[in-house]
T-cell receptor, first 116, second 114 residues
Framework: SQQGEEDPQALSIQEGENATMNCSYK?????LQWYRQNSGRGLVHLIL?????REKHSGRLRVTLDTSKKSSSLLITASRAADTASYFC????????????????FGKGTKLSVKP | EAQVTQNPRYLITVTGKKLTVTCSQN?????MSWYRQDPGLGLRQIYY???????DKGDVPEGYKVSRKEKRNFPLILESPSPNQTSLYFC?????????????FGPGTRLTVL
């Protein structure tokens, strides 16, 4: 079951610019997480935002969550070539909406390319 | 170093030949999971395990088996692989079954079934 959908599917920017990726989901969630995947490698956790939080920061990352719109955004400021990767949102469904403990549902990802 | 390891990293096999992909974590995590990643489909969960001897189906369990006899290991078994199981497979673990924990991923196993 596909819960999260990232937008855009692909994004190409110059080094130093900001990158914004969006994630929309369908049902009530406990939390939403963002992961990064370098080409063909394992995913790495970036940040988690709980359903009762609206914004969270971690270094150059800023995540927002709007539960009324069922959407989240990931902003990477002052991007670097090393930020080139695919970014996935993952939602942990509320137990009231069929969620199972520990299970995350991943979107299809946004492929970010940062050109030097 | 805290990590999730998978073996093999690459595997080419033929239809019907049983295979096992191993997954091991050294973080004493209770929760482990297997995903497959396919172009245009993202990551889909195959099976997960909340603890030793406790396993359950994910979204795409058909054609796969798992076992959790020890806390650190969670092998994925394909009894009779078929070409539609050609994919990139990831094992992941987290501290416990709480959805508030981040998941740690292995490096992936690229499987080709001819």
């Amino acid at each position: 079951s596909q819960q999260g959908e990232e937008d855009p599917q692909a994004l190409s920017i110059q080094e130093g610019e900001n990158a914004t990726m969006n994630c929309s989901y369908k049902t009530s969630i406990n939390n939403l997480q963002w992961y990064r995947q370098n080409s063909g490698r394992g995913l790495v956790h970036l940040i988690l935002i709980r359903s009762n939080e609206r914004e969270k920061h971690s270094g150059r990352l800023r995540v927002t969550l709007d539960t009324s719109k069922k959407s989240s955004s990931l902003l990477i400021t002052a991007s670097r070539a090393a930020d080139t990767a695919s970014y996935f949102c993952a939602t942990a469904l509320s137990m009231n909406y069929g969620g199972s403990q520990g299970n995350l549902i991943f979107g299809k990802g946004t492929k970010l390319s940062v050109k030097p | 170093e805290a990590q999730v390891t998978q073996n093999p990293r690459y595997l080419i096999t033929v239809t019907g030949k049983k295979l096992t992909v191993t997954c091991s974590q050294n973080m004493n995590h209770e929760y482990m999971s297997w995903y497959r990643q396919d172009p245009g489909l993202g990551l889909r969960q195959i099976y997960y395990s909340m603890n030793v001897e406790v396993t359950d189906k994910g979204d795409v369990p058909e054609g796969y088996k798992v076992s959790r006899k020890e806390k650190r290991n969670f092998p994925l078994i394909l009894e009779s692989p078929s070409p539609n199981q050609t994919s990139l497979y990831f094992c992941a673990s987290s501290w416990d079954g709480s959805s508030y924990n981040e998941q740690f991923f292995g490096p992936g196993t690229r499987l080709t079934v001819l």
